[in-house]
């Protein structure tokens, strides 16, 4: 079955930066569009980027723009995030999701704590 | 960027109640829209893609309709593994957009 396991989460200073991974299995990866979406402690979902299968298209959202970069390794089957200048607002729960008709299978989560 | 407003926030139903979730998006998306169910400390998961194709293995009494701007998820009988948070997602224009998420409660 399908499995996305992301990793890389932890706590990090104001404006340092840190880079998740998401690691598929069970899927043709090089064929599905990558997602990550996040949920801020006892808020809603966000989704935050999207890279396509080919790697050629990237889309964010206005709240990271320019601060996240999404990228993929088709090779190892894994999709990562890229995040620089951190501030408190980027805390949440991190999931990646494959793509498709909108994000469709989702893993765990990994968690992202921004504080002094 | 397209609004996704999703109603009710919060409800409160009993096992066997029929429960229905509205989301209305800004502009057309066409029938771009997903259904997500959250239990907490879980992962969402999907329901319904394409406003009313049941994803595989979701149970039946989970079914969507609408298209365009106003869109509807419906439990036709709660049961109690459904109480949790639902999010509708528009994937019809980027940045995708999630609703406020309904929960629902005993």
């Known amino acids: 079955q399908v499995q996305l396991v992301e990793s890389g989460g932890g706590v990090v200073h104001p404006g340092r930066s840190l880079r998740l991974s998401c690691a598929a299995s069970?899927?043709?990866?090089?064929?599905?569009?990558m997602h990550w979406v996040r949920q801020a402690p006892g808020k809603g979902l966000e989704w935050v980027a999207v890279?396509?299968?080919?790697?050629?298209?990237?889309y964010y959202a206005e709240s990271v723009e320019g601060r996240f970069s999404i990228s993929r390794d088709n090779s190892k089957k894994s999709v990562y995030l890229q995040m620089n200048s951190l501030t408190g607002e980027d805390t949440a729960v991190y999931y990646c999701?494959?793509?498709?008709?909108?994000?469709?299978?989702w893993g765990q989560g990994t968690l992202v704590t921004v504080s002094s | 960027d397209i609004q996704m407003t999703q109603s009710p926030s919060s409800l409160s139903a009993s096992v066997g109640d029929r429960v229905t979730i509205t989301c209305r998006a800004s502009?057309?998306?066409?029938?771009?829209l997903g259904w997500y169910q959250q239990r907490p400390g879980k992962a969402p998961k999907r329901l319904m893609y394409?406003?009313?194709s049941l994803e595989s293995g979701v149970p039946s009494r989970f079914s969507g309709s609408g298209s365009g701007t106003e869109f509807t998820l419906t439990i036709s009988s709660l049961q109690p593994e459904d109480f949790a948070t639902y999010y509708c997602?528009?994937?019809?224009?980027?940045?995708?957009?999630f609703g406020q998420g309904t929960k629902v409660e005993i």
């Open positions: 502009q057309d998306i066409r029938n771009d």
């Open positions: 394409s406003a009313s």
């Open positions: 890279i396509s299968y080919y790697e050629g298209d990237k």
């Open positions: 069970g899927i043709a990866f090089s064929n599905y569009a």
């Open positions: 997602l528009q994937h019809n224009y980027y940045p995708l957009t």
């Open positions: 999701a494959t793509g498709g008709s909108g994000p469709g299978h």
